[in-house]
Nanobody, 118 residues
Framework: QVQVVESGGGLVQPGGSLRLSCVVS????????MGWYHQAPGKQREMVAS???????NYVDSVKGRFTISRGNTGNTVYLQMNNLKPEDTGVYYC????????????WGHGTQVTVSS
């Protein structure tokens, strides 16, 4: 059983910052990758950032230099620091956790809404 819960969304003005948090509750000890997806209104969900282990990160080009993904000390928490937010960053942000070795299983949270508007 794996439960993924996001928090930290909200309304922010353009240029502002938000920090999203995600906690994965599980007895599994093989959570290998954690990440964040963004779904803008009327668009498909896309990967924003991911982290494998504690330091191997990957970002979509549109957020490089603005967003930072990091993993907590327990390994089952992941954060997304979002700076210099733009209106196009508006949408629902979903946290994922991927577990396993030969085959990765992906678990999704229910999402947290981020609205960037003046």
């Amino acid at each position: 059983q794996v439960q993924v819960v996001e928090s930290g969304g909200g309304l922010v003005q353009p240029g502002g910052s938000l920090r999203l948090s995600c906690v994965v509750s599980t007895s599994r000890t093989d959570i290998r990758v954690m990440g964040w997806y963004h779904q803008a209104p009327g668009k498909q969900r896309e990967m924003v950032a991911s982290i494998a282990g504690s330091a191997s990160t990957n970002y979509v080009d549109s957020v490089k230099g603005r967003f930072t993904i990091s993993r907590g000390n327990t390994g089952n928490t992941v954060y997304l620091q979002m700076n210099n937010l733009k209106p196009e960053d508006t949408g629902v942000y979903y946290c994922i956790a991927q577990a396993g070795w030969s085959t990765l299983q992906t678990y999704w949270g229910h999402g947290t809404q981020v609205t960037v508007s003046s």
